[in-house]
């Protein structure tokens, strides 16, 4: 069975940092996309960040420059660098992953591309 945990969410100031820690566990590490994903209030799921076993890397514009993803796979864990944090950034995070049929450089930031899903970790920041 596959099972993703996500930890590091916390209540921070604007212009703070988190970081997020998702343990991820039966799941093979040969070939996969990992992401992070988040819903703000009223708002619907949206890709954050995604990685590929490769390294490669894809952000979504709003966190460009400030967010990074990054993996340990020794630890089986994937990460969420979050600095700068604004208000707009408050939401339940998510990781996820999937070993796909088809593998490709570029990981996709498409929440229905996943099979995985952690349980969230909530991060808020205040003004």
């Known amino acids: 069975q596959v099972q993703l945990v996500e930890s590091g969410g916390d209540s921070v100031q604007a212009g703070g940092s988190l970081r997020l820690s998702c343990v991820v566990s039966?799941?093979?590490?040969?070939?996969?996309?990992m992401g992070w994903f988040r819903r703000a209030p009223g708002k619907e799921r949206e890709g954050v960040a995604a990685?590929?076993?490769?390294?490669?890397?894809n952000y979504a514009n709003s966190v460009k420059g400030r967010f990074t993803i990054s993996t340990d796979l020794a630890k089986n864990t994937l990460y969420l660098q979050m600095n700068s944090l604004n208000p707009e950034d408050t939401a339940m995070y998510y990781c996820?992953?999937?070993?796909?049929?088809?593998?490709?450089?570029?990981?996709?930031?498409?929440?229905?591309?996943?099979?995985?899903w952690g349980q969230g970790t909530q991060v808020t920041v205040s003004s």
């Open positions: 990685v590929a076993g490769i390294g490669t890397t």
């Open positions: 996820a992953a999937i070993i796909p049929d088809r593998y490709w450089a570029e990981p996709p930031l498409g929440a229905d591309k996943y099979k995985y």
């Open positions: 039966g799941l093979s590490y040969s070939r996969y996309f």
